[in-house]
């Protein structure tokens, strides 16, 4: 079975400050993961995607994600954040095989402040 | 525009009136999918299709179906609403079963009430 841990429910940061939501995966297979962004009121916006190829993978808006196996981890980051990325990020799981099933984290809200 | 296209994007209703949420995609995508998504829970799958005529349960099915007649529609139907269905529905699209290397398109969502 495959599983997705995002390990905080809420990040605030400052702008102009680093950026860094955890996430920790589960699964019996080579997975696919992905990070998917929620701002208010609107529907889901793929960030970025690993599918075996580099393990620093970039995404839009400036966010990163490295895939780690040995610590089952794929953390997103940004250098510096800006107020328009207050939204909630979901870390995502699949696996080939698996029926295309994408399993979500439970969220995290990334507050941004002055 | 490559979209996903859900209707309404919110609904009030009774608890038992039966009701569809409609899910279009213009991308030829084959694999389509509902989820639901509740505070503190993520989002969960309901049905998903792999092609036309294929459907199959996700993790919380019960009190849902789901139709594929055609390629690009997959409605989602509930015979008869129940309160703790009130929940934010999304359908999403990728392009075939190839276990998710390929993005997802999601639509913008469907806020259901049950009352």
């Known amino acids: 079975a495959q599983s997705v841990t995002q390990l905080d429910s809420h990040v605030s940061v400052s702008e102009g400050t680093p950026v860094l939501l955890r996430c920790n995966y589960s699964?019996?297979?080579?997975?696919?993961l992905f990070w998917y962004v929620q701002h208010p009121n609107k529907g889901l916006q793929l960030l970025l995607k690993y599918t075996s190829a580099a393990t620093l993978v970039k995404g839009i808006n400036g966010f990163e994600a490295e895939f780690k196996k040995s610590e089952t981890s794929f953390h997103l980051t940004k250098p510096s954040a800006h107020m328009s990325d207050a939204a909630e990020y979901f870390c995502?799981?699949?696996?080939?095989?698996?029926?295309?099933?994408?399993?979500f984290g439970t969220g995290t809200q990334l507050k941004v402040e002055l | 525009e490559a979209q996903v296209t859900q209707n309404p994007r919110y609904l009030i209703t009774v608890t038992g009136k039966k009701l569809t949420v409609t899910c279009s995609q213009n991308m030829n995508h084959e694999y389509m999918s509902w989820y639901r998504q509740d505070p503190g829970l993520g989002l969960r799958q309901i049905y998903y299709?792999?092609?036309?005529?294929?459907?199959d349960k996700g993790d919380v099915p019960e009190g849902y179906k789901v139709s594929r007649k055609e390629k690009r529609n997959f409605p989602l139907i509930l015979e008869s609403p129940s309160p703790n269905q009130t929940s934010l529905y999304f359908c999403?699209?990728?392009?075939?079963?190839?276990?998710?290397?390929?993005?997802?398109?999601f639509g913008s969502g469907t806020r259901l009430t049950v009352v």
């Open positions: 299709s792999m092609n036309v005529e294929v459907t």
């Open positions: 999403a699209s990728s392009l075939s079963g190839a276990g998710g290397n390929y993005g997802y398109t």
């Open positions: 699964s019996s297979y080579s997975p696919s």
């Open positions: 995502v799981v699949s696996f080939t095989g698996g029926g295309n099933k994408l399993t």
